[in-house]
C-alpha cells in the first residue's frame, strides 16, 4: 500500500470558512475517488509544532492508483479552487511511503 501525506500553512488572512470548506471537499474526496482506500483530514489541533495547520492522509492499494488520485478532476478541482488559494505555496509538502 501507498500512503500519501499532504501538509501545510493556510496564508495569513484566510477567514475559517473558507479552511472548512477545502476541508469539506477533501472530506468529499474518497467517494468521488474509488482507489482511496483509507483518507482523514483537518486541521492542526497540536499544542507542539503548529508551523502546519491543515494536513490530509490517503491511502491507496498501489502506485497506479495514487498516480490515478493524482490526475483525478476532483482532486485537481479541489487544488486548483482551494488548495492553491489557501494554502501557502512555500509552506506545503507532500510525501508518500510504502506501508
Known amino acids: 500500500m501507498v500512503r500519501h501525506i499532504f501538509f501545510g500553512r493556510v496564508r495569513d488572512g484566510v477567514p475559517d ?13 474518497p467517494a468521488a475517488i474509488p482507489v482511496i482506500r483509507g483518507f482523514t483530514a483537518g486541521r492542526n489541533v497540536g499544542p507542539e509544532d503548529r508551523r502546519f495547520t491543515v494536513a ?5 492499494d498501489d502506485w497506479d492508483a495514487w498516480k490515478h488520485y493524482m490526475v483525478h478532476p476532483y482532486h485537481d478541482d479541489i487544488r ?4 492553491n488559494r489557501i494554502v501557502e505555496p512555500s509552506e506545503r509538502a507532500m510525501i508518500q511511503i510504502e506501508i
Open 17 to 29: 470558512e473558507k479552511v472548512d470548506q477545502l476541508i469539506a471537499r477533501w472530506h468529499g474526496m
Open 56 to 60: 490530509l492522509v490517503a491511502d491507496f
Open 80 to 83: 486548483q479552487s482551494l488548495t
